[in-house]
């Protein structure tokens, strides 16, 4: 009996075309919201997630069936979005990423954001724009870790850093969150 | 008593408790200190809702991104099936190439021997015989490309 890892790596191998489709269909939703935690604007994220998936076509051999799919997918997507950062700003993502201490942005409302339109509960919509608010690797490690159900050890995978700093981003991600845990409780 | 530290690693264990990484004994300590300490029981409970919060946040693809998404993957799939067959003519040729050329050579070589045989032909002429009937027409074409390259760059001057 072939396990659903194994029979996926074959399949990318493959490039067989209806995996890919069942594939598309599974993670849809959570690449999508992943791509938007980073990107914050709609149509990026959407570029994006077609790119993630052509990307997955043309590098599925490299998925080796260890590791949980979703784990690959959400690294694929990951590099796709630094590409872009890359391309779009002088200052490349990573020394954005490298600045642990960086401060956090002040509480700030009426800013329009990607989940502001996505976000239908009070409670959503007022974490959702925390989010917004919380520095880029924070926001990456809460919602791969409390969104994706990602375990700290697979963060570590997508991420590329250490188990460490992945325990202290989502902490800190929470802590960051903390003005607006005031905001649910008022 | 309980002082910064305790607040700070039980706040730490609670933003990472629900990853299963706590052992038993930091547990046991998580649960003492929660008891005594009414800071961190409300940062619980707002972590708590945080994570709840995070998890209700609803976004969704829709139906269109999925299906052009789904049309491109298959389209650049059928791309790059092409290529794979389109190498694997290539490949093809360049191996029938190789032993066409064996073959030819092989033949063209007895062929020789042949000749010499039968024409007496010194052993020294017929290898430089068999050598010039291989290069000779590389070379005749060379030149003559040659030749109309530079005709060609005179003429456009």
């Not at chain 1, 950062?85 to 401060?103: G, I």
């Not at chain 1, 870790?145 to 990602?150: C, K, N, V, W």
């Not at chain 2, 991104?65 to 799939?77: D, F, G, H, I, K």
Request: charged share 25%.
């Amino acid at each position: 009996m072939v396990d659903e890892k194994t029979e996926i790596a074959q399949g990318l191998r493959r490039r067989d075309p209806d995996l890919l489709d069942r594939l598309i269909e599974q993670y849809q939703h959570r690449l999508l919201r992943y791509l938007l935690s980073l990107t914050r604007n709609r149509a990026t994220a959407e570029d994006l997630f077609q790119e993630t998936w052509i990307r997955v076509l043309e590098r599925g051999h490299q998925y080796d069936g260890k590791h949980e799919f979703s784990t690959w997918l959400f690294s694929v997507s990951r590099h796709l979005v630094i590409d872009f950062f890359r391309r779009k700003q002088p200052a490349s993502l990573d020394a954005l990423l490298d600045d642990e201490d960086q401060p956090m942005a002040p509480p700030a409302s009426g800013e329009p954001s990607a989940f502001d339109r996505v976000a239908h509960r009070e409670l959503s919509e007022r974490i959702a724009v925390g989010l917004d608010h919380v520095a880029y690797e924070y926001r990456e490690a809460l919602v791969l870790r409390f969104q994706e159900g990602l375990s700290l050890d697979e963060i570590a995978v997508v991420t590329g850093a250490p188990l460490g700093t992945v325990k202290s981003r989502v902490y800190r991600g929470l802590s960051a969150l903390e003005p607006w845990m005031k905001g649910i409780q008022a | 008593m309980t002082d910064h530290k305790d607040h700070e690693r039980a706040r730490q264990m609670l933003a990472l408790g629900d990853a299963g990484q706590l052992p038993a004994l930091d547990h046991a300590w998580l649960d003492r200190h929660l008891e005594a300490c009414a800071t961190c029981r409300a940062f619980a409970q707002d972590a708590a809702d945080v994570v709840r919060a995070l998890r209700s946040i609803p976004v969704a693809a829709d139906r269109t991104l999925v299906a052009a998404t789904q049309m491109r993957v298959r389209q650049r799939a059928r791309e790059l099936r092409q290529r794979e067959e389109r190498m694997w003519l290539v490949a093809i040729s360049c191996v029938a190439v190789t032993l066409t050329a064996v073959v030819t050579n092989l033949a063209c070589w007895r062929g020789f021997n042949w000749l010499v045989e039968r024409t007496h032909v010194s052993d020294i002429a017929w290898p430089i015989a068999f050598v010039a009937f291989f290069i000779v027409p590389v070379l005749a074409a060379s030149v003559l490309l040659l030749a109309k390259g530079t005709h060609l760059a005179d003429h456009n001057r």
